[in-house]
């Protein structure tokens, strides 16, 4: 039997590519079941925590009835963001204990956090990616540019090293920072970038050393003393 990631993820896979899903297609029960278990483990998991951070919790969850219903629109709201890691939730939750509030804020908010920052996974800023992009992206450093992470390489190249070269640096940055952010968020699904190229090699010098070089002067007065003599 497949395991509830493996169906779970072949589902996504096929929203992510635009492949067309039939109405009909379930899932076995016995997976669904295991899902829905799941599934209400992570939640319920995730809303004590929000208990934890946001002392006036009750102010947005006053009965049993409401924060059964929240935790249905959440849940709802995390399906439609394409929220499906733990790795993400974990985010989200740091975002809000960094938040300082007291009150649960709207799901939206709480997706917001649930997406972390370049510095967060210990790329460049978008400042520095961009400036580092735009600088390696001019033709004098072909060959010679040094990347500081494939993410930073991928989103210069889905940009265009062109428009990086031609467009004014307000408009560059914008569409540097759309790119930028698609490619964070491939980052967070796992999914991969283009690769960096590698490294032209240093160039190799021949050895030189004074012997070599009177041996060398040696051989060409020996051939040029022998054509002399054929004169």
Known sequence: MKSVAVVTTGLWAK????????????????????????????????????????????????????????????????????????????????????????????????????????????????SAAHREACRNAHPCMAGRARWSHDAVWHTAKECGFESLNKLEESLSLKLFERNYTITVRRLIEGLPLQRMPLALPERAEGRRTPEIGNRALAEMRAMRSGVARHA
Do not use: H
Not at 56 to 81: I, S
Not at 87 to 102: E, I, N, T, V
């Open 15 to 126: 929203v992510q590519s635009g492949q067309y899903i039939e109405k009909e297609q379930t899932l076995p029960q016995e997976v669904q079941v295991e899902l829905n278990r799941e599934t209400a483990a992570v939640i319920n998991g995730l809303f004590r925590q929000l208990r934890a951070i946001f002392p006036a919790w009750k102010q947005a969850w006053p009965d049993v009835a409401a924060y059964k219903a929240a935790k249905k629109e959440w849940l709802q709201a995390f399906l439609e963001a394409g929220l499906r890691s733990l790795d993400q939730l974990q985010f989200g939750l740091m975002g809000a204990r960094q938040s300082g509030r007291d009150f649960v804020p709207a799901p939206g908010v709480f997706i917001a956090w649930c997406t972390p920052t370049a510095e967060m996974l210990g790329l460049p800023t978008l």
